[in-house]
């Protein structure tokens, strides 16, 4: 059974720093494209950032470019979502994708979900 878990979200303060870990079971992701999405109340889910299957190439939403990062360990089977400088805006439930791809200049999700971590940033 495919699992992904993430974790590592919380209460924070604008300005402030928190890590996303997305662990994966069940199969290996290592030669696929994942990717960070979230959704806020009574919004759209909405992508964030994404990371190829290497990490050699990365792509990120325009509301979170110079602030997040993504990064993955595959020998961990895990991927990563770095977050600083945060804003109230960036309050949501953070979900993570697997199995997707980068093409040209966007992320085409793939088919698995996790069940999402709460980040909540207070001004």
């Known amino acids: 059974q495919v699992q992904l878990v993430e974790s590592g979200g919380g209460l924070v303060q604008a300005g402030g720093s928190l890590r996303l870990s997305c662990a994966t079971s069940?199969?290996?992701?290592?030669?696929?494209?994942m990717g960070w999405f979230r959704q806020a109340p009574g919004k759209e889910r909405e992508f964030v950032a994404a990371i190829s299957w290497s990490g050699s190439r990365t792509y990120y939403a325009d509301s979170v470019k110079g602030r997040f990062t993504i990064s993955r360990d595959n020998a961990k089977n895990t991927v990563y979502l770095q977050m600083s400088s945060l804003k109230p805006e960036d309050t949501a439930v953070y979900y993570c994708?697997?199995?997707?791809?980068?093409?040209?200049?966007?992320?085409?999700?793939?088919?698995?979900w996790g069940q999402g971590t709460q980040v909540t940033v207070s001004s």
């Open positions: 994708n697997a199995d997707g791809f980068l093409l040209g200049g966007g992320y085409s999700k793939g088919f698995y």
């Open positions: 069940g199969r290996t992701f290592s030669s696929s494209g």
